[in-house]
């Protein structure tokens, strides 16, 4: 496929559409980013999901199509992209295209050929763009729609119209997306510094919850009844443990953390020292 770039204009969104984004599809594009060709600017690929009853995009899955770029022309690799997508609906025929996405800030012009090549093979698809190169100092994620704009007969422009987008993340995938949004990073934590970031982050967030506590009895905030139940639930659920209790509890977790890490280094050294006997074995 290729063609010259179009005219692309973004516009505030009002259309109702909107989209919600597994946190294991933003991991698989910026490792499909960092395992780009070295003369590829961006990688772009095809998003899988489906659309729910509410209209919103669900996207679960994605993989990368393999395409190159000029001044003036784009070109996909269509048979790979058919190829994959044949693989992925004998493993998960629910997962439908939904759209496709690329790295880098906002939408180009080159987007505009490819946009009309995915809405030949989905109706209304979306497209996801993530700022892996931190643009503005941050990873900046965000999805779009398009229409074109027509005067009689003549293409004008693709109009782009950004929409709501619900990243969905566990704790888990939370943690490695700070870590992803941060521009320099020295190491990735390990179990113990993650665990000493989660406490932290705990203690600030019941400083706050004692002080809107204080605030409501003091009469300086209007309760909220809804939040006086949360907050309650919250503390019903909590396990009854003495303090003696929990500080065994505690030390007992860290003590498996510390044997993991340690089985996980003795792992790696034999690992190593395996390497280095097959090198040794298969030069002699």
């Not at 992209?81 to 493993?91: F, G, I, W």
């Given at each position: 496929m290729a063609a010259p770039e179009g005219t692309v204009l973004l516009f505030p969104s009002t259309s109702s559409a909107?989209?919600?984004?597994?946190?294991?599809v933003v991991f698989n594009i910026c490792d499909s980013y960092v395992r780009r060709p070295d003369?590829?600017?961006r990688v772009i690929g095809?998003?899988?999901?489906?659309?729910?009853?509410?209209?919103?995009?669900h996207v679960r899955n994605s993989y990368v199509v393999p395409h190159s770029e000029s001044a003036d022309q784009v070109a996909l690799d269509i048979e790979y992209?058919?190829?994959?997508?044949?693989?992925?609906?004998?493993?998960n025929p629910k997962e439908v295209i939904v759209g496709w996405f690329s790295t880098g800030f906002g939408v180009s012009g080159g987007s505009t050929l490819i946009h009309d090549f995915y809405s030949r093979e989905v109706q209304s698809p979306i497209h996801l763009t993530v700022d892996t190169g931190f643009t503005r100092g941050d990873a900046s994620i965000k999805a779009y729609i398009s229409s074109n704009l027509s005067l009689g007969d003549r293409h004008?422009?693709?109009?782009?119209?950004?929409?709501?987008?619900?990243?969905?993340?566990?704790?888990?995938?939370?943690?490695?997306?700070?870590?992803?949004?941060?521009?320099?990073v020295e190491k990735l934590p390990n179990d113990l510094e993650g665990m000493e970031s989660s406490m932290e982050k705990l203690y600030i967030l019941i400083d706050e919850i004692y002080k809107y506590?204080?605030?409501?009895?003091?009469?300086?905030?209007?309760?909220?009844?809804?939040?006086g139940r949360f907050i309650a639930d919250t503390v019903a659920s909590m396990p009854k443990l003495s303090p003696a209790a929990f500080d065994k509890l505690f030390n007992d977790r860290i003590q498996d953390n510390l044997a993991l890490v340690y089985l996980s280094s003795i792992t790696r050294t034999q690992i190593s020292i395996a390497e280095k006997l097959n090198t040794a074995a298969q030069i002699l």
């Open positions: 909107s989209a919600r984004v597994e946190a294991v003369q590829a600017e095809t998003l899988l999901g489906s659309v729910l009853p509410d209209g919103t995009v992209h058919h190829n994959m997508y044949a693989s992925h609906q004998k493993v004008l422009a693709a109009q782009f119209q950004e929409i709501p987008l619900d990243l969905r993340m566990l704790e888990a995938g939370k943690v490695g997306f700070d870590i992803l949004k941060s521009t320099i506590v204080d605030d409501v009895v003091e009469g300086r905030v209007a309760p909220d009844n809804k939040i």
